[in-house]
């Protein structure tokens, strides 16, 4: 069974950082590509970042680019996300989700991140 | 990275059909067929419902189907039950490897 499992959230001051992690399992970590999705409190989805299976290479919304990266340890079959900057707007559940064929296929159970003073 | 255009509510009567409309531009519905479908129930994570704009994952009832035409992807929900009142999202590839999603449809079962 694929398990995805987030951690790494909690509250954080206007400006700070926070690093999230993703430790998957029932699955072969290594060949897939993996995307950061999150949602604000009683709002909608919103695709964060993407990284392809070797970690080579890496996308953003254009909201996070620069202030957040992804990154994957294949060896550990842990996926991560640094934030950097954190803003009020930036206040989400944030979720790890396993692509197939340009789909979120499979999603962990998100991690909530309250940016606030 | 405009967010694509669902309609906020959908509804209808047990037994019926509903159909949730999902608009893009021609760099993202219109360009590729990797629309695709979540369900999301409050609280929860979202599930995969349709992919590839009508294919759906294993064990998803073959009550929901997709379909697209040009720049707007649709999904249809057919002999509503009551368990399929939940948030309705769309997605699309767009290209250079960036997504973007539709707004949310709540869909309620009168």
């Known amino acids: 069974e694929v398990q995805l499992v987030e951690s790494g959230g909690g509250l954080v001051q206007p400006g700070g950082s926070l690093r999230l992690s993703c430790a998957a399992s029932?699955?072969?970590?290594?060949?897939?590509?993996m995307h950061w999705v999150r949602q604000a409190p009683g709002k909608g989805l919103v695709w964060v970042a993407h990284i392809i299976s070797d970690g080579s290479r890496t996308n953003y919304a254009d909201s996070v680019k620069g202030r957040f990266t992804i990154s994957r340890d294949n060896a550990k079959n842990t996926l991560y996300l640094q934030m950097n900057s954190l803003t009020a707007e930036d206040t989400a559940v944030y979720y790890c989700?396993?692509?197939?064929?340009?789909?979120?296929?499979?999603w962990g159970q998100g991690t909530l991140i309250t940016v606030s003073s | 990275q405009s967010a694509l255009t669902q309609p906020p509510s959908a509804s209808g009567s047990p037994t019926q059909s509903v159909t949730i409309s999902c608009t893009g531009t021609s760099s993202d519905v219109g360009a590729y067929n990797y629309v695709s479908w979540y369900q999301q129930y409050p609280g929860k994570a979202p599930k995969l419902m349709i992919y590839?704009?009508?294919k759906r994952p294993s064990g998803v009832p073959d009550r929901f189907s997709g379909s697209k035409s040009g720049n707007t992807a649709s999904l249809t929900v057919s002999g509503l039950q009551a368990e399929d009142e939940a948030d309705y999202y769309c997605s699309s590839y767009a290209g250079s490897n960036n997504w973007v999603f539709g707004g949310g449809t709540k869909l309620t079962v009168l």
């Open positions: 989700v396993r692509d197939r064929g340009y789909s979120f296929a499979w």
């Open positions: 590839e704009v009508s």
């Open positions: 029932g699955f072969t970590f290594s060949p897939n590509w």
